[in-house]
């Protein structure tokens, strides 16, 4: 089965964050296997708050019902899950992605990932996505506009 991950808080899901997961899945239908799989991590409250000092506007039961919808909608095989509130790694070892997908500006201590992957006996690709119009769906800015 190809796995492919994807990360983020995904507060007020845009037009930024569907490129994210269509360029994802597009990294899926590449695979010859014939089972995909996409996964998208949905950070916790908590864990928001400590990295970035504030909760996000929409908590995380309606940003995972957010995603599902989307996921549904765009026809995507896959599942949301949220992340771990105590190992931020654990996600990896449960779902086991073939490939994990970065996005742009996605803060990632990439040699602490890779680290984490061998110590799980995971052999990934990882991949950094292509920025979607960021001057208008990037969600700081959206948030500071109340354009979602």
Known sequence: MTR??????FDNLHPGHLNYFKQA??????SPR??????VVVARDQNVLKIKGRLPQETEKVRVQKIRAALKELNYEGRVA???LNNQWAVLRKYQP????LGYDQKVDLLRLKSELVKSRL??????????????YKS?????KKMV
């Open 25 to 30: 899945w597009g990294f899926a239908l590449k």
């Open 140 to 144: 700081s800015y959206c948030r500071k």
């Open 123 to 136: 052999f990934c690709k990882i991949k950094r996505l292509k920025a979607y119009h960021p001057e208008k």
């Open 4 to 9: 492919v991950m994807v990360f983020g808080t």
């Open 34 to 39: 014939r089972e995909k799989e996409l996964i």
């Open 98 to 101: 073939t490939l994990i997908c």
């Open 82 to 84: 949220l992340g771990s």
